[in-house]
């Protein structure tokens, strides 16, 4: 009886030492409380095979948050079969009002509506699009004339550390309807993975830069603002965020779309431009699939969506399911920035539920949520 006895209280001991070790958690974070106001949160569930999404989404839900777990091949809201509004910029290149842009600018758009530096608006229609080179060339639906437009340089006459500026309208929905400028180098001649149509630049780039002229210090155009390398894209290939990396499409390749009517209309006695004040005159605001452009207004609060992502090591106690490792990762889906880390190693008794509660409990703790 006195052996029975014993080998309970060892069992005992082990249990209570396996569930404290299951509750022994370690959590990063990082998250200002007021930034969480409104969020949502995107539970990403690639790899999930006995359901933590569930638990991490009822834990969050139970916080006042909205909640919502996307699963593997399901439809983001761009790929919806309606119609997505998209803003981007564009330049003027000829005196009849063609214009060049990205071509992913324009995807999808049953309508194009293009807004002057003066506030002027007209309608505009695909003339040529180039997917794989990201370049579109557009034309007003009605004839008109401009004043200002930019003239084509050659990539091939710029060198390693040139100086260049880029103009746009990033993020015209928080900074408004405004072009802004930004000045850098050409960091590299060539593109990621040394992609030969693009080249690296150091100018910053920004949601609503893309199809923006890359000038060179004589106004001339050496390429297309297209994008910067997404910040979770390298978070998930190297674990770090990387500084500043943008990328142009080279102007060449927008050449090799000009047929003979386009040749035309590019006239031979361009304006010269030799300010930025032309430069930035030559440059519009696109807008896709909206019914018109708005006057800017006071700006309001971004709505802020943080992508959770995860991963496990799991197997079964006989009892349940239970973890040995668990890390879970909190991303700005905007910014890129990593907010918030929560992991969780070791043997435990408790469930893979219980271990799941157990970090986020803490994360909440520290976060103040």
Not at 201 to 220: D, K, R, T
Not at 227 to 246: C, F, H, W
Not at 273 to 284: F, H, K, N, R, Y
Request: glycine share 8%.
């Amino acid at each position: 009886m006195k052996r029975i006895w014993c080998l309970a209280y060892k069992i005992s001991l082990f249990i209570l030492v396996g569930i404290m070790a299951g509750c022994a958690t370690t959590a990063h974070v990082a998250i200002d409380r007021v930034s969480t106001d409104n969020a949502t949160f995107i539970i990403s569930n690639e790899n999930d095979p006995i359901g933590v999404a569930p638990v991490i989404s009822e834990e969050i839900s139970k916080r006042g948050y909205r909640v919502h777990i996307l699963h593997p091949h399901q439809k983001t809201s761009n790929q919806e079969s309606a119609p997505v509004a998209a803003f981007g910029s564009g330049f003027f290149i000829s005196g009849d009002g063609m214009m060049i842009s990205n071509a992913h600018v324009v995807k999808g758009a049953t309508s194009i509506v293009v807004r002057t530096v003066d506030g002027e608006k007209f309608m505009a229609k695909v003339l040529i699009a180039d997917e794989k080179n990201d370049i579109v060339i557009l034309q007003p639906l009605e004839s008109r004339e401009v004043a200002k437009w930019l003239t084509l340089a050659q990539f091939k006459s710029t060198k390693l550390g040139d100086k260049l500026r880029i103009i746009g309208f990033p993020l015209s929905d928080l900074l408004g309807k405004h072009p802004r400028v930004t000045e850098g180098i050409i960091s590299a001649e060539v593109g990621l993975l040394d992609d030969p149509t693009r080249f690296q630049v150091s100018a910053s780039i920004q949601p609503g830069n893309s199809g923006g002229p890359v000038l060179n210090e004589n106004y001339q155009v050496i390429g297309i603002a297209t994008e910067k390398l997404s910040d979770i894209y390298a978070m998930r290939k190297t674990g770090s965020i990387p500084q500043n990396v943008n990328f142009g499409v080279k102007v060449d390749y927008a050449k090799m779309l000009f047929n003979g009517g386009i040749e035309k209309s590019i006239d031979a006695n361009t304006p010269k431009i030799d300010s930025l004040e032309d430069a930035v005159d030559a440059t519009v605001l696109i807008a896709v699939n909206v019914e018109d452009i708005p006057e800017s207004t006071a700006p309001s609060k971004p709505k802020r969506r943080i992508l959770i992502t995860y991963s496990y090591n799991y197997s079964w106690d006989v009892f349940h399911y239970t973890l040995s490792r668990f890390n879970m990762q909190w991303v700005d889906e905007n910014s890129g920035e990593v907010i918030a880390n929560g992991n969780f190693s070791g043997v435990s008794f408790l469930s893979y539920v219980g271990i799941v509660q157990g970090v986020l409990k803490e994360v909440f703790n520290k976060a103040g949520m």
